[in-house]
DNA sequence: TTGAAAGCGCTACCAT
DNA sequence: ATGGTAGCGCTTTCAA
């Protein structure tokens, strides 16, 4: 009870043995809890086990178990932070999967540190994980490719411009940015503003940001728009700034769409800064969490980005992988989903 | 280049030293990078290694190279997840602590289960963590001193009823209520409510939420208010219903001091259903980030809750006392800071 | 520069 | 119910 510290530095199950007058067998059996042990010897070498401090070699146990690597039901969601400024956006993603290791019983690892392919291999070599989510996928992303050919399983939340046979679940951008644009034309507005990602995530590959521009293009043609956006760091101010610029650009424009909801409040603070309130003399759509949307005032009308609902999803789809290696491969592109609220309204003057 | 497939399974240093048709000592320095090998060996070797597609088992190469536990270059953040509704808040912190393990050259680890004496012991036996992080500390909490008894590094973000020893970071909530209750009073105040985390939290001792139900008795006394609070989830429609409440027990209330900003729109909400605006009608004051601050309309006055620094100087302080465990304990107590944003004001008809 | 062999701490099989 | 012992895959002297 009393003793205070760990000689365990070098005790081995030897030195337990020997302390406890048994076999080095005997000790390793009751270490593994086999059930032939007399209740009295247990009980003695569990106290000499207790008293010393001691804990076996992980090492050692793996290696002698045969097991090449333990299952370590840990999973493991890669975030590269250099990539992104942490948004809320990412967060909720952290809770859903969080969520899902807690109902299944398996840990949940976060890793922000942007990864090679020789530290991605040693995460499973070295028995760190069994399974890992990828985001931040790029549309030519390298590691589905590794990991596929190392039989390491993996599921991505985004995909690749080619990927046939990962798992994956991702939001249909180019999607999302038709229906927020068509949704405004519909309501009248014909002069749209615009505020996307920074062009260097689009530069990067980012999926989302080749996406979303993709969509805007494509948005544009269909309703027969002039372009007219912003590709900035969506920081309140950075939008706030992008705001101005817009309306510099094109007073008469009554509308504006925003892919990032916790920074949209740069943009109605520009607003109201240019005698412009939301929804009243200007509407406000953008690609935002329920969370987000309803903590910003007006409530924003906004295309539904179920960021936990996709990390959620994201686990289960990886721990059910790792229970059915076999299993048919998941895919699941979430089609957008408009949710109306607060901060759109029919432009002034408009039919 | 093309072999497709991992009949790595079973591979040994044995079948590469034969492959190759070099002894297994050979391979063993190529693997660790030793220079007494002929660079063409060496070249031979490595092209047999990476034909196969073998990759050493760690388990043996530690157990061999008598690394009782490899410094694994990870810390844990704890953060059961069982005990609050994850908000906003917690969410910073992780923000905060992954910034600080990136810029450390350290992984960052996030664990939500809730553990047991065991399982977190085995975090560190089974060599997964080099030290943790301890969130949701209770003011009797059971685990600085069993890891203590351990020697195994830690930080808490929070601190326990008695924690001289123990390495922490902690805001000082007692004196941020009554910072914040001291504010409104000085505007000119005298009937305010109070909303504050759920009982269950203080039932199972909390510390912040302890503490903050201990600031509010002082603050009480210290300015001879009448007591006018509820205890609530943090949730938009929950505080709703809680400022309803208070609404309904004190019509002549003028302020309100929430300790969850990401809430508090339930409480601005339900001040404009019953005719007050925000700041002119009522105050509200709150205890948020900066962040959630910004994005709450009106801005929040706040007392500010860097929720992200905490993180990140609760990680460089673990990651400190990694590399120099001997150095003495850090105990940092942050003091409240006010923030006068835009969501309070002097009361209608005060001096 | 290379090879042979002795363990690392533990498990698992075979005896007893 | 218990003990003896042969490896697990690798590193590391020590010789050659």
Redesign the interface.
């Known amino acids: 009870m009393i003793q205070?510290?760990?000689s365990s530095?070098?005790l081995t199950i030897a030195d337990i043995a020997r302390l406890a007058q048994v076999s080095v067998s005997t000790v390793s059996r009751i270490l593994n809890g086999k059930p032939d042990v007399a209740e009295v010897t247990r009980q003695r070498v569990l106290k000499v086990i207790h008293d010393t401090?001691y804990?076996p070699?992980?090492?050692?146990q793996?290696?002698a178990s045969g097991a090449?690597?333990a299952k370590?039901r840990?999973i493991t969601l890669l975030f590269p932070?250099?990539h992104a400024e942490?948004t809320?956006l990412e967060?909720d993603f952290?809770?859903g999967a969080?969520?899902s290791?807690?109902k299944h019983d398996t840990?949940?690892?976060?890793?922000?540190?942007p990864m090679d392919a020789d530290h991605l291999?040693n995460l499973f070599?070295?028995?760190?994980t069994d399974g890992v989510i990828l985001m931040q996928i790029r549309m030519d992303d390298w590691r589905p490719e590794l990991l596929t050919?190392?039989?390491y399983p993996f599921v991505m939340i985004g995909r690749t411009s080619d990927n046939q046979h990962y798992r994956y679940i991702d939001l249909d951008f180019d999607a999302a940015v038709e229906t927020a644009i068509g949704y405004l034309v519909e309501q009248g507005h014909r002069r749209i503003g615009f505020i996307a990602r920074p062009a260097s995530a689009r530069a990067q590959q980012i999926g989302p940001s080749v996406r979303i521009m993709s969509g805007y293009q494509r948005a544009l043609e269909r309703y027969r728009l002039a372009p007219l956006y912003r590709e900035v760091k969506l920081t309140?101010p950075d939008v706030y700034e992008a705001t101005l610029e817009l309306l510099d650009e094109a007073p008469e424009l009554t509308a504006i769409f925003t892919v990032h909801g916790?920074s949209s409040?740069g943009a109605?603070r520009a607003l109201r800064d240019r005698d412009r309130l939301v929804p009243d003399d200007c509407s406000v759509v953008a690609l935002a969490t329920e969370r987000?949307a309803?903590?910003?005032?007006p409530a924003l009308t906004a295309i539904n980005f179920p960021t936990d609902t996709m990390g959620y999803q994201a686990a289960t789809m990886l721990i059910n992988a790792l229970q059915q290696p076999s299993a048919p491969v998941e895919q699941i592109l979430l089609q957008p989903r408009l949710a109306v609220r607060e901060s759109a309204s029919t432009p002034v003057g408009a039919t």
């Open positions: 205070s510290s760990e530095e070098s401090g804990s070699d992980v090492s050692a793996r290696l090449t690597v370590s840990v932070m250099d942490f809320q967060l952290f809770i969080a969520a290791c807690s840990f949940f690892n976060l890793m922000t540190e291999l070599r070295s028995g760190q050919r190392h039989d309140v916790a409040p109605i987000i309803q903590l910003v005032t």
